[in-house]
């Protein structure tokens, strides 16, 4: 069998809306994005790890630690566009997108999303992401969360803020997850998520991965248990603090 290049790309903007300056926050003697960029490279899953980014700052941060960092050379309103970018000119075939700001980023949950495409024999499957079940009705109701719902076969039918499935239903319960931003692409999906215009769908609920469904690619979504700790809030970094201790 062919071997895969796969690498993984950590998309990082400085100016976050709800915490700006989130990724150069101190989490046990290092910047946070730093430790993101040590958690990639641990997993020992990828030949490179990079981390691409529109700020010179956290560029030098990673470069003087020892680190690969590439600037981006235009703005972009994702971290797909940011990535595709980047990638343009590589001779790779799956980048995987590990978010910036999730330090505790884990082996178990990066690995099943790159088995997916090894057990992709007729190449169907464009992209592949994460999910996580959750059963606290705050969670479920929250707007901040995004949810998804999936096919029998695990291939996402939709995701958004709203609760889906809504629970018509008195008598029946169903799961709810939670979608994880963490995506394993083929190359020339994310090429062509940065050259398609955003459609209705996307632009109301603000979740770049429905433009992949609106233009019909398939995303298969991968179950894990480890639900992490994403920084968005100054109220996540002490989380955060609290478990690195």
Not at 142 to 152: A, Q
Request: overall charge negative.
């Amino acid at each position: 069998m062919q071997t895969m290049k796969i690498i993984a790309m950590i998309p990082a903007r400085y100016a976050a809306s709800r915490f700006p300056g989130k990724l150069m926050q101190d989490l046990g003697g290092k910047p946070v994005i730093v430790r993101t960029y040590e958690a990639a490279v641990k997993t020992r899953l990828f030949d490179e790890v990079y981390v691409v980014t529109d700020s010179a700052l956290i560029y030098d941060t990673i470069v003087d630690c020892g680190g690969k960092a590439m600037m981006s050379l235009k703005e972009h309103e994702c971290g797909s566009d940011r990535i595709a970018e980047a990638v343009q000119e590589m001779d790779i075939d799956i980048v995987v997108n590990v978010q910036g700001d999730e330090p505790f980023t884990d082996r178990e949950s990066l690995s099943g999303l790159i088995e997916v495409f090894r057990k992709d024999k007729d190449s169907e499957i464009d992209l592949a992401s994460l999910m996580t079940r959750i059963t606290e009705k705050d969670d479920i109701e929250n707007p901040n969360t995004v949810k998804v719902i999936v096919d029998k076969r695990n291939f996402a039918l939709y995701f958004s803020r709203s609760v889906i499935p809504y629970p018509r239903a008195v008598d029946f319960s169903p799961a709810y997850y939670k979608h994880k931003g963490v995506y394993a692409f083929r190359k020339q999906a994310v090429l062509d998520f940065a050259q398609l215009p955003m459609l209705p769908l996307e632009a109301a609920e603000k979740i770049e991965a429905i433009r992949f469904l609106e233009y019909g690619k398939k995303i298969k979504m991968v179950e894990t248990r480890v639900t992490g700790i994403e920084i968005d809030t100054p109220e996540d970094l002490a989380k955060a603090k609290a478990a690195w201790r």
